[in-house]
Each structure stands twice: as structure tokens, then as C-alpha cells.
């Protein structure tokens, strides 16, 4: 079983400013993780995903996160917030694709962030 | 450029109505999924259908049937409405090969009173 953890359910921050959305994972087998978007009245959009390899992954619109296996987290970072940026963010995580299922993604509650002018 | 449409977009029923909430893809993928979503939950997984014909209950599957009636649809049904269940639905897809949702529709918004 494996379970997300994302502190702060609401993060402002100001534009321009570095934006720091956290979360911590438990896994009993090396996992998956992912972070989603979700825009006002609008479905998720996958934003980044780790698998293997690389511990520092990239995504869309200037986002990124780093696997720490000994934090168990995945934190997501952008250097410089925009106003569109505001949204709610979703981690999750899923065991390795050699155990994987649909049904064992795990999302985490969400963080609403918000940049302030 | 649709990607993943659902309709309705918003539905109120009474408890003990039944309905269907539609969902389309229109990108080729072979997986797709049925979640709901409910404030400081996250999301849970209802249903999932990895592959045209086949289907897989999720976390949260009381309450509700799903039909994948070709490779681009996938429908789900609540047969009795109950209150527990007003929520927003999202239908997602996915490539083969992936256990995650790709694309996302934008929702259901459904109340039962």
C-alpha cells in the first residue's frame, strides 16, 4: 500500500516569487510519482511524472521536481511564479510499472496555490 | 482537438434516479478511467477499462457500472442515486502500456438531493 502526503493545502505566494509545493510519499516498493494540474473547472492535466532514471525531472509550463528517495519525497519547484500558475496541484504515486496497477495511483488531497500581484 | 468530452456537464437528480454520465475519447487510447473527486480527497478511481472489452473496479466501485462500448467511449452509470454520491466525475485516458490518466476531462458536477 502506499499513501501522499502534501503539506499545506493552501500556498500563496507572490509573482515572480520561487514556488515551493510539497510532498512526502510511503511506498513499500520503489514508486511512480507524478504531479497533476488542475485549473478552475477544468480536469487534471499530467504536469511531470518520475519513473526511473533521473531523479530531477522537468515538465510543462517551467515546473520541476526531485525524487528523494531518503526524504521519500517529491517536491515541485518553479523558479518564478506567474499569474498562471494559480491552480490546484495534485501529487500521486503508484508502485513501479513491474507492480503497478491503475487501480493502486494514489493521489494525494491537492495544494491550492495561489500568486499574489 | 477535443481530447477527453463528457457531458453532462451538470446534473441534479433526485435519490433513486438513475443516469448515465457519457465519456469520449478521441485520441486512440487504449486505457480509460472514471473518477470522482470530493473537496480534501483527492481523487479515487471508480472504474477503469485498460483495453476495449475489458473493465476493473477501482477503490470506490458501490454504486456504480460502467460499459466500455468501443475503444473511444466509456460510460458510467449509477443505477440508484444516493446522496453519498453527489460529487464531480472526471473520465480520463491513457496510451497503452500506461497505468495513469493522461487527459482529463473537464467534469461532471453531479447533485443528488
Known amino acids: 500500500a502506499q499513501s501522499v502526503t502534501q503539506l499545506g493545502s493552501h500556498v500563496s505566494v507572490s509573482e515572480g516569487a520561487l514556488v515551493l509545493l510539497r510532498c512526502n510519499y510511503s511506498?513499500?516498493?520503489?514508486?511512480?510519482l507524478f504531479w497533476y494540474v488542475q485549473y478552475p473547472n477544468q480536469g487534471l492535466q499530467l504536469l511531470l511524472k518520475?519513473?526511473?532514471?533521473?531523479?530531477l525531472v522537468k515538465g510543462i509550463n517551467g515546473f520541476e521536481a526531485e525524487f528523494k528517495k531518503s526524504e521519500t519525497s517529491f517536491h515541485l519547484t518553479k523558479p518564478s511564479a506567474h499569474m498562471s500558475d494559480a491552480a490546484e496541484y495534485f501529487c500521486a504515486v503508484r508502485p513501479g510499472e513491474s507492480s503497478g496497477s491503475a487501480r493502486q495511483l494514489t493521489f494525494g488531497s491537492g495544494t491550492q496555490l495561489t500568486v499574489l500581484p | 482537438n477535443a481530447g477527453v468530452t463528457q457531458t453532462p456537464k451538470f446534473q441534479v437528480l433526485k435519490t433513486g434516479q438513475s443516469m448515465t454520465l457519457q465519456c469520449a475519447q478521441d485520441?486512440?487510447?487504449?486505457?480509460m478511467y472514471w473518477y470522482r473527486q470530493d473537496p480534501g480527497m483527492g481523487l479515487r478511481l471508480i472504474y477503469y477499462s485498460a483495453s476495449e472489452g475489458t473493465t476493473d473496479k477501482g477503490e470506490v466501485p458501490n454504486g456504480y457500472n460502467v460499459s466500455r462500448l468501443n475503444k473511444r467511449e466509456f460510460s458510467l452509470r449509477l443505477e440508484s442515486a444516493a446522496p453519498s454520491q453527489t460529487s464531480v466525475y472526471f473520465c480520463a485516458s491513457s496510451e497503452a502500456g500506461t497505468n495513469q490518466p493522461q487527459h482529463f476531462g473537464d467534469g461532471t458536477r453531479l447533485s443528488i438531493l
Open positions: 518520475y519513473t526511473t532514471g533521473a531523479t
Open positions: 511506498s513499500s516498493v520503489p514508486p511512480y
Open positions: 485520441m486512440n487510447h487504449n486505457s
